[in-house]
């Protein structure tokens, strides 16, 4: 019944459907979608079980028509040369009738405006917008970390300094030692925020680049546009890893040792993880 009124939907006959007989078809009944000649509406009217429906002239139904989104030529993905005709709610994509005898059979199936507004709202619920402001915070708190490790470093070089005025002479060697490691620490750890804020803000433009893409497919009224989005966000979703690794290595802090010249005792680094246990 829905693949019939979907087929006949938009065909406006060319005689009267009440007499069948004048050509001069000037008014709809919205209720019954009769299209009726001008003798047929007054006819119409006089029947008690129709007196309440509402008649407009073709003019009207026309525009009305035009206000409305063309669902008639959106075109198979499947069958070349086929339109499609419903909506496979089981299946959440548009469908010809060779599909709802071949693939589709016995799934339930509603009109083309209806899974228009079901995948519209499906795609406002993919929230994206809400992904991209936890992706934000998290970008900001990247940030966070980078400047307190800076600031750490600067803090843990200055006490290895101190020490190292306190032992210049004896400790010269492993002063340059330790110095180059905490250089390489800082430098792994550095490499490894930054590559996170690469990826979390390539994640972050894909996201605002798809969050447009939507706005701009529900906004233009376009139904082709806003399913073959919408099928396109459905593998995104499935395939997409919005996960970022914000545990990164801190690091380490200089505990110095006795004034005695060997490395266990002028100092070494512990990490911070180690001190807080």
């Known amino acids: 019944m829905a693949l019939s009124k979907s087929l006949m939907k938009s065909q406006i006959p060319v005689t009267c459907q009440m007499c069948e007989e004048s050509n001069e078809i000037k008014w709809k009944c919205l209720q019954c979608e009769f299209f009726l000649c001008t003798k047929c509406r007054r006819l119409h009217e006089k029947v008690k079980s129709t007196d309440q429906h509402t008649i407009i002239d073709l003019a009207t139904y026309q525009l009305q028509k035009e206000d409305k989104l063309d ?3 959106i075109p198979c993905k499947i069958h070349n040369g086929k339109n499609c005709c419903l909506f496979c709610q089981s299946c959440e994509e548009v469908v010809c009738p060779l599909c709802i005898s071949k693939i589709h059979n016995g799934h339930k ?6 899974g228009y507004d079901f995948i519209t709202n499906a795609m406002k619920n993919l929230r994206i917008e809400d992904k ?3 992706h934000l915070k998290i970008l900001v708190e990247q940030g966070n970390v ?8 600067d803090s843990e070089k200055m006490k290895i300094m101190n020490r190292d005025t306190i032992l210049k002479d004896e400790i010269l060697e492993n002063t340059k030692k330790l110095l180059e490691e905490l250089n390489e620490k800082r430098k792994n750890i550095a490499t490894s925020v930054n590559e996170e804020e690469n990826r979390l803000k390539e994640i972050n433009r894909d996201l605002e680049k798809r969050e447009k893409d939507i706005s701009k497919a529900l906004n233009s009224q376009n139904a082709i546009q806003v399913f073959n989005l919408f099928s396109v966000e459905k593998i995104l979703e499935q395939t997409s890893t919005d996960h970022v690794d914000t545990k990164i290595k801190k690091l380490p802090i200089f505990v110095p040792g006795e004034q ?3 490395d266990f005792v002028f100092g070494s680094f512990v990490d911070v993880d180690q001190c807080e246990t």
Do not use: C, R
């Not at 199936?109 to 209806?114: A, F, K, S, T």
């Not at 980078?146 to 470093?153: F, L």
């Open 146 to 153: 980078k400047d307190s490790e800076d600031k750490k470093y």
């Open 109 to 114: 199936m509603i009109e083309l405006d209806e």
């Open 132 to 134: 991209l402001k936890q």
């Open 71 to 73: 669902f008639s030529k």
């Open 260 to 262: 005695v010249i060997q």
